[in-house]
């Protein structure tokens, strides 16, 4: 049985609020006016549990906002030790730190996430879980994400990533400079908005 690490008590309801007034001062740093769904987060959770088995190292969730995901990647079973959140608003990562113990919580800029995990101590790195909203922030910095995380991903893990577009989340001129395959998951309909999730990975000859 999977240890519980999310504090008895966790208020969705407050991460829903909070979410929202994050959302309305700034809508294009949030991607969507509702934190992930339950049959999302629970999906992201599978498919990460996939890619890191097998694997040395940490979970790192980029943009874990009030920690949807987060819930979902413990109760897939996967260990609040190996679990890392990087956050860079305070006031989300102050949330997380008051719901959840366990999981190393980072205050943080994902596009300088191979400095923030040298800082960190966290050496290796399984598999890298993304609720950033890649489609709506500028290129520069999508660049940098990108970038970063398959600098700290051995050859062959994946970055988990979800889109509420038709098309992929990450930048196919990226995909191409960096030789990454994406897999698209199925849609999930009864998010809200709908959802799907893709894996990106660099092969170990590319």
């Given at each position: 049985?999977?240890?519980?690490?999310?504090?008895?008590?966790?208020?969705?309801r407050?991460?829903?609020?909070l979410?929202?007034k994050?959302?309305?001062?700034?809508?294009?740093?949030?991607?969507?006016?509702v934190?992930?769904?339950?049959?999302?987060?629970?999906?992201?959770?599978?498919?990460?549990?996939?890619?890191?088995?097998?694997?040395?190292?940490?979970?790192?969730?980029?943009?874990?906002?009030?920690?949807?995901?987060?819930?979902?990647?413990?109760?897939?079973?996967?260990?609040?030790?190996?679990?890392?959140?990087?956050?860079?608003?305070p006031?989300?990562?102050?949330?997380?730190?008051?719901?959840?113990?366990?999981?190393?919580?980072?205050?943080?800029?994902?596009?300088?996430?191979?400095?923030?995990?040298?800082?960190?101590?966290?050496?290796?790195?399984?598999?890298?879980v993304s609720?950033?909203?890649?489609?709506?922030?500028?290129?520069?910095?999508?660049?940098?994400?990108?970038?970063?995380v398959?600098?700290?991903?051995?050859?062959?893990?994946?970055?988990?990533?979800?889109?509420?577009?038709?098309?992929?989340?990450?930048?196919?001129?990226?995909?191409?400079?960096?030789?990454?395959?994406?897999?698209?998951?199925?849609?999930?309909?009864?998010?809200?908005?709908?959802?799907?999730?893709?894996?990106?990975?660099?092969?170990?000859?590319?």
């Open positions: 049985m999977p240890p519980i690490e999310s504090r008895a008590g966790l208020d969705s407050a991460g829903t609020s979410f929202l994050r959302w309305l001062r700034n809508p294009f740093s949030m991607g969507a006016v934190p992930s769904g339950r049959l999302l987060a629970e999906a992201m959770a599978r498919t990460t549990l996939a890619e890191m088995t097998g694997r040395d190292g940490h979970v790192i969730e980029l943009g874990a906002g009030t920690g949807e995901v987060t819930k979902g990647l413990l109760a897939a079973g996967i260990p609040a030790d190996r679990l890392a959140l990087v956050e860079r608003e006031e989300l990562a102050s949330f997380l730190r008051r719901h959840f113990v366990g999981p190393q919580i980072v205050e943080g800029d994902a596009a300088r996430l191979p400095k923030i995990l040298a800082e960190q101590g966290i050496g290796s790195v399984s598999a890298v609720s950033l909203p890649l489609l709506s922030l500028p290129a520069d910095v999508v660049r940098g994400i990108v970038h970063g398959f600098e700290a991903l051995p050859r062959g893990g994946a970055l988990v990533q979800f889109t509420y577009g038709p098309s992929q989340p990450v930048p196919r001129t990226l995909t191409q400079e960096l030789r990454l395959v994406g897999t698209r998951g199925p849609r999930i309909w009864r998010n809200v908005p709908p959802a799907v999730v893709w894996t990106f990975r660099r092969p170990a000859g590319a």
